[in-house]
């Protein structure tokens, strides 16, 4: 170690690795994970979240965490966005792609993907 | 892509209850499911809660599991980790609050056992892997000893030190700046740095705790400190006894050098610094620090006189600071976050944190972390959850065999150097060891004395002859062979020994018996004039009795008595004769009707 830059550079790259036991982050992506989510698709949404949230850079104000069955099956995969004082935001029927858009819209960019949530899927 | 952490306790305390094997099963479960590239298992230090290891945390969610056995993996694996659904049943509840939210999860920190702690000392354990010097860098590692390099002058560091008004970890409570000062302010072409981690108390192991979880954290401090003092080289003296601790340390020494954070020329300044280990083998005595540098040396521990003190002739002859263990886990803390940030924990005269141990009769037997001037009923009632089985709290033993018992009249002192000084108690290294209703404070007393007699070196006779002396005492006492003057001829023995033995050992020995005989008198006078035990623990001063009223005669006990020492008519109660009990208790756990008593 000839610098304290080197120092900081080795932190900064642990520092997304452990931020994951931090537990507190702002944004919580939660992915239904029970039989019904399984068997819709629910793991590779699960995974490309838990990507995407690394590469976009997010991943110091959001966490990926499952969760069992919300209740709407027919739904699945189901993917839920809690905030810190804002209003949950539930998207439905999720693929890997649509997981992409949601990270780099509405975690980075802030704005909801309106046509996939509950209300405005085209189900 | 990871996307979940699972910490998994590889402390002592859990590696005993099994967590190797609930680590392996997990390891195995992981790769059947093919979840080994999602979750990622990270093997941690001590999380405090030793009594309900093994224990495994589940990140991001932060589930906190308690004993987990192997057969619950599979569970935890398909339940939790694929599915999503916490194992309710294994999630640590705390049983003050059970009631009040039974099937809510409750947050580790929120549980009553964490919710008054201040981890400084222990910030990394059960956080990090301890053999990741990557994981520790994340945590701010290094960071310390690199703005002290750059930006501060060895003065600086000293007197940032003393000015947080950090005292000796290790028992005696000296102010740390103080002693770097010193040593820094001595001539010398050689200095060393010591870290006494040679942790012998019995019940003490918060030492042992920072060496598994945080290995680097101790490095990085010793850095620092020979930075302050002028040296270039430090000595690690910890006991063979602690084979975890000593292979972590090793990993962490290995790789600090492959990161060039020990050696020559650290952060491109000129710096030189290197740490070397020394294994004890266990002498308690090797735990003062004469006797420790003696020991690594290459001699016999034994004590030397002081002065000249370590600061101007310690070490091969040259002048040497010795700190604790947990004294050095504080150090990187307080050059990152002030001087005043630490200064504002904890009470006039003590600051910052102190871990305890607790042990002995309490329900969460662990680690616990608290700011200085808690007091003793926090630690004990609300953090400990009080003695097990209803029973009442009688007193606890601070300080180890070097400290004295606090009775729980005194429950609502705050836990400081000076309050317990005062009442002739000692902070010693942390070690609590809570006594309940059914503990005799003579047979603590005699523990406790019993250990400094195994372990006096023999070097000062007052230590040699007089500790053993005193112990014969207390052993007359509680074979029911106490006679008047007794108690007085362990006064005068413990005063005399006190005044004259060579070290700190055989000087604070005596402690538990003044201190029990201070606030117990009682006792011991029931052990002497009455020829009875109030707390029912010494045997020899068991009386058995059958109550006539409950007896049935139906010779049960008569028949199992080793030494017919039960006589009786069938029918009719039957009595024990006194001069024939050996009170092995055979009668009593015969007896179907309950008529036979120990008092």
């Not at chain 2, 870290?195 to 012998?200: H, K, L, S, T």
């Not at chain 2, 504080?330 to 200064?343: D, K, P, R, S």
């Not at chain 2, 209803?390 to 002192?413: N, R």
């Not at chain 2, 070690?431 to 004395?449: Q, S, T, Y």
Request: include cysteine; glycine fraction near 10%; charge should be neutral.
């Amino acid at each position: 170690m000839k610098s304290l830059e080197e120092l900081a550079k080795i932190r900064e790259r642990m520092l997304s690795k452990i931020a994951l036991r931090e537990g507190e982050n702002d944004i919580r992506i939660v992915v239904g994970m029970a039989t019904c989510g399984i068997a819709a698709g629910a793991r590779p949404v699960l995974n490309t979240l838990v990507e995407e949230v690394a590469l976009q850079g997010v991943a110091d104000r959001a966490t990926v965490s499952q969760t069992g069955c919300i209740g709407i099956c027919q739904f699945e995969p189901v993917v839920e966005v809690f905030e810190n004082g804002k209003e949950k935001v539930t998207y439905v029927k999720m693929t890997p792609e649509m997981a992409k858009r949601v990270v780099a819209e509405h975690i980075k960019g802030g704005k909801p993907v309106v046509e996939y949530t509950i209300g405005n899927a085209k189900i | 892509m990871i996307r979940a952490h699972i910490l998994i306790c590889a402390g002592t305390g859990c590696t005993s209850s099994g967590s190797e094997t609930v680590k392996e099963a997990l390891k195995n479960e992981l790769d059947k499911k093919e979840l080994q590239d999602e979750i990622k298992i990270v093997q941690t230090g001590c999380f405090g809660l030793c009594a309900l290891g093994p224990i495994m945390i589940v990140y991001p969610e932060g589930i906190f599991y308690s004993r987990v056995t192997a057969a619950d993996i599979p569970e935890i694996v398909e339940e939790h980790l694929l599915k999503g659904r916490p194992v309710k049943r294994l999630i640590y509840n705390d049983p003050a609050e059970k009631d009040a939210k039974a099937d809510e999860i409750t947050s580790l920190n929120e549980t009553a056992f964490y919710k008054s702690q201040k981890r400084v000392a222990l910030r990394n354990c059960g956080v990090i892997d301890p053999e990741s010097i990557d994981e520790y860098i994340a945590m701010r590692g290094y960071e310390a000893l690199g703005k002290v390099l750059t930006e501060m002058t060895p003065k600086q560091v000293s007197e940032t030190i003393l000015a947080s008004g950090l005292r000796g970890r290790g028992g005696g409570g000296f102010p740390t700046g103080r002693k770097w000062q010193f040593a820094a302010a001595s001539v010398s072409d050689k200095k060393y740095v010591i870290c006494n981690a040679d942790e012998g108390d019995p019940g003490a192991f918060m030492d042992r705790s920072v060496l598994e979880g945080d290995p680097h954290s101790l490095l990085e401090a010793m850095a620092i400190a020979g930075y302050a003092i002028g040296s270039d080289e430090g000595y690690v003296y910890v006991r063979a006894e602690y084979p975890i601790a000593v292979k972590r340390l090793q990993i962490a020494i290995d790789q600090a050098h492959e990161y060039g954070l020990l050696g020559n020329d650290i952060f491109g300044t000129g710096f030189n610094f290197d740490i070397k280990l020394r294994l004890g083998a266990g002498a308690f005595v090797c735990g003062e620090e004469t006797a420790l540098m003696t020991s690594i040396e290459g001699n016999r521990g034994e004590p030397k006189p002081r002065p000249p003190f370590p600061a101007v002739k310690g070490l091969f002859g040259k002048p040497s600071i010795i700190n604790n263990v947990e004294t050095y886990a504080n150090i990187t803390q307080i050059i990152l976050n002030g001087a005043e940030w630490f200064a504002s924990m904890g009470t006039e005269k003590s600051k910052g944190t102190k871990i305890f141990a607790l042990g002995g009769k309490i329900k969460h037997t662990g680690l616990v972390e608290i700011p200085m001037g808690t007091s003793l009923r926090t630690i004990i009632e609300e953090i400990g959850g009080g003695c097990p089985d209803g029973k009442k709290f009688k007193a606890v033993q601070t300080g180890g065999p070097s400290g004295g018992c606090i009775p729980a009249s005194l429950i609502d002192i705050p836990v400081d150097y000076d309050t317990l000084t005062s009442m002739g108690c000692m902070m010693g290294s942390g070690g609590m060891i809570v006594m309940d209703e059914d503990n005799c404070m003579v047979d603590i007393a005699k523990f406790f004395l019993g250990f400094v007699v195994d372990e006096s070196c023999g070097k000062c006779t007052p230590c040699r002859v007089g500790t053993r002396r005193m112990l014969d005492i207390l052993n007359k006492i509680t074979e029911g062979k106490g006679e008047d003057g007794d108690i007085e001829k362990l006064e005068e023995l413990a005063n005399t020994i006190k005044a004259t033995a060579l070290c700190g050992l055989g000087q604070t020995a005596p402690n538990p018996v003044l201190a029990t005989i201070k606030f117990f008198r009682d006792e011991y006078e029931a052990h002497i004039y009455e020829k009875r035990c109030p707390a029912g623990h010494c045997k020899a001063l068991a009386i058995y009795t059958i109550d006539p009223e409950k007896c049935k005669g139906c010779s049960a006990c008569a028949r199992k008595c080793p030494v017919n020492a039960i006589t009786g008519v069938i029918k009719s109660p039957y009595v024990i004769d006194q001069s024939k009990c050996i009170k092995c208790g055979t009668c009593v756990d015969t007896c179907k009707f309950g008529a036979i008593s120990k008092k």
